[in-house]
């Protein structure tokens, strides 16, 4: 197995959004606002090789939106899907998989994308099989209004009518190991439904992709909780629950809404669960 940062591009948040209740005198030192009071954020996807099979985990905002859409999330930088995955000798085709923890619009964008007369819609991995889940496949296809900016019919429909769409079968518990994947999936509901986080044992080391559960190493703070979040009293619980074991096991977390952060470590203070360690992907797979 080897895996692969795949960075399908940056964008810009507003960091009261981004934090909740939590005030910006404090939020500020860890996560630095510009004049507009925007945080910098990252759409950082995850590839994982393995064998035959190719899995890119989460697809970033893609492409297909308009200039005004895009005009809200202050795009910057030049990453790309196609340039990250070039990088490691990969192109979209080459996927067989593809993992999405939720299908709110920064995180399964990029997996639709137009025809190519513009008149409609198709998959942007044309080999790939789509994975979600049942409870949260109902969530995203009759949202609430809290969140129904952030599903959006044209990332979430053209999937089940390509015949390319799959369900993760869940457990009875908030964790199981995946037939169907290769690994394991940690199921989280503050955020929204049944988002997925994948738990990858690689090099001896457990990495997880941290999806919304804890976007920025900013985040760490239990109270530290994004606005956006639609149970965040659940949040503060799985946080908790998520962050007590993470320490315990020396877990890596990968953040995929961190523009400087890639990997981080935690450990146990007197003050709870904090940083430990930030790695770069280049320390891992040097």
């Known amino acids: ?154 990332n979430i429909m053209p999937m089940q009518e390509s015949g390319q769409l799959k369900f993760i079968e ?11 994947m290769g690994f394991g999936i940690f199921f989280a509901d503050g955020h929204t439904e049944k988002q997925m986080l994948p738990h990858i044992n690689y090099m001896d080391k457990t990495f997880v992709f941290m999806a919304d559960l804890l976007p920025t190493a900013g985040h760490i703070p239990l109270p530290y909780v994004m606005g956006y979040d639609t149970r965040p009293l659940l949040t503060l619980d799985e946080k908790a629950k998520f962050l007590n074991t993470a320490a315990d096991k020396e877990y890596y977390l990968v953040l995929e809404h961190d523009a400087h952060n890639e990997i981080i470590t935690v450990q146990h203070t007197e003050k709870g669960v904090r940083l430990k360690e930030v790695l770069k992907w280049d320390d891992i797979l040097m």
Not at 93 to 121: C, E, P, S
Not at 127 to 135: L, S
Not at 170 to 180: L, T, Y
């Open 170 to 180: 869940r457990p009875k518990g908030d964790f199981k190991e995946s037939s169907e």
């Open 1 to 154: 197995m080897k895996l692969y940062p795949i960075e399908s591009g940056n964008f810009k948040l507003d960091g009261g959004a981004m934090f909740g209740v939590v005030p910006k005198t404090l939020w500020s030192r860890t996560n630095p606002a510009d004049d507009k009071n925007l945080i910098d954020m990252a759409a950082r996807c995850l590839l994982i090789e393995d064998g035959n099979r190719l899995t890119l985990i989460d697809t970033g905002m893609g492409n297909k939106q308009s200039e005004k859409f895009f005009g809200y999330y202050s795009m910057w930088g030049d990453h790309s899907i196609d340039k990250s995955l070039a990088k490691y000798g990969f192109s979209r085709d080459d996927i067989t998989d593809v993992f999405l923890t939720h299908l709110h619009f920064d995180h399964v964008g990029g997996a639709i994308q137009w025809n190519k007369d513009r008149t409609g819609y198709e998959t942007a991995f044309k080999n790939a099989h789509f994975w979600t889940n049942d409870n949260h496949w109902e969530w995203a296809t009759k949202p609430n209004a809290r969140e129904k900016a952030s599903f959006l019919t044209e």
